[in-house]
């Protein structure tokens, strides 16, 4: 039987062992999958993992999108015979990747040193909460913790208005993020060694990095970023405005662009009035400004000033729910949601790979398998008998 993948020959020739769960390790092996690594993923088999079913169960939005184009086999890797199976994996695999707590992957004999004695190519791709050391390491974590200990809470929300989370996870996506590009860049770097080495990102320093510009702020001007809300912290008109039928988004930081937002709205006196020629000056009255614009913006629809604000070369948006994303025209040309069939839920979307190759992109062309659906298929190839199989399934080992 040929091993299950997208079909995008990008990485067709790399296999991925795949021990994650939650968001952010399968995040990162998601993109292996769809730029076409065989990807085997190892879960336990039914009853024996205490989380089992905690997220909502398997064929939950969550779990469609996260874990397509992976084949799937159970491992009860606490068992000798189990942990065997998986040696043989490894020494024929190129990168693990697993997100259990640091000290986790040592009892169960996943650490690097182990897998590189297996396998010296071996990427071991390691993500967690706080790092593998350091006073943290034996923290759980979650998204949310990380976007508060990151930064990322302090300057979110309306001034004032106390710490607020984002309403997606990015610490989880972005150290999954994170962590795919350093099994790329380890990949690379193993072409000219030959050896394999170990990949760490957490979710702490993932949101710490995502802060980016705001973390520079502190670190290079000593200044602590505070909450500012819709608008943006330094520059002005750029931020959230309301027309009648509701909100949406100007980018007018530029003095040619903020002259060009007044002639629209045909407000040639706040165009012209000499403080208001640099951004710094308009800044110290963005309240007034705001205020004078949305008057403005209150006589006509969000999709009027849309329009009429891009053909001036005033960059402009509409605030979207969901829906609205997927209908949008632009959306729907980037293919960013891609059609699958799942054998009970039927027709269904998931999100397609946010970036694009001209010879060999990404493709999703099967859905998360059943748990152990693989099971005989993997054991195969490795020269398992069929006798051999029904034996592992009668001792739960797999």
């Known amino acids: 039987m040929k091993p299950l993948n997208s079909g995008s020959e990008a990485l067709k020739r790399f296999k991925v062992l795949d021990l994650t769960r939650i968001r952010s390790g399968p995040t990162c092996v998601r993109t292996l999958a769809d730029f076409g690594a065989e990807v085997i993923r190892i879960e336990s088999p039914p009853g024996l993992d205490p989380n089992e079913g905690s997220l909502g169960g398997r064929e939950t939005y969550d779990m469609l999108n996260l874990h397509r184009n992976k084949r799937s086999i159970t491992l009860n890797l606490k068992e000798p015979e189990a942990q065997a199976i998986f040696n043989q994996l490894v020494a024929q695999a190129d990168v693990v990747v ?209 329009q009429a604000l891009n053909d001036a070369g005033v960059p402009c948006g509409p605030i979207y729910n969901m829906q609205q994303v997927f209908d949008d025209p632009q959306v729907q040309h980037l293919n960013a949601a891609v059609p699958l069939k799942h054998p009970r839920r039927g027709d269904i979307r998931v999100l397609s790979q946010p970036f694009k190759l001209s010879r060999t992109p990404s493709a999703v062309t099967f859905t998360q398998r059943d748990l152990g659906e693989d099971n005989d298929a993997v054991l195969n190839e490795l020269g398992y008998t069929p006798d051999a199989i029904a034996q592992f399934k009668l001792k739960k080992v797999i």
């Open 98 to 306: 697993e997100n259990y707590r640091p000290d986790v992957k040592f009892r169960l004999g996943l650490d690097y040193d182990t897998l590189a004695a297996i396998n010296p190519r071996i990427i071991l791709a390691s993500i967690s909460g706080f790092g593998e050391d350091g006073p943290y390491r034996k923290r759980p974590g979650f998204d949310q913790i990380a976007q508060g200990m990151g930064g990322m809470m302090s300057v979110t929300g309306m001034p004032g208005q106390g710490p607020v989370r984002a309403g997606i996870a990015v610490a989880d996506s972005g150290a999954g993020v994170f962590a795919a590009t350093g099994i790329l860049i380890a990949l690379l770097e193993r072409e000219s060694s030959g050896r394999g080495q170990w990949v760490q990102a957490n979710l702490l320093h993932a949101m710490i990095s995502l802060c980016d510009f705001q973390a520079a702020r502190y670190l290079i001007d000593g200044e602590i970023p505070e909450q500012a809300g819709n608008d943006h912290p330094f520059a002005t008109p750029m931020g959230t405005f309301k027309a009648s039928d509701g909100y949406f988004n100007i980018g007018a930081s530029g003095t040619n662009q903020y002259r060009a937002l007044c002639e629209v709205l045909g407000r040639l006196d706040l165009r012209d009035e000499p403080r208001y020629q640099k951004n710094p000056e308009r800044l110290k009255d963005r309240d007034f400004l705001n205020a004078e614009l949305n008057k403005g913006f209150a006589t006509q629809t969000t999709a009027h000033w849309v």
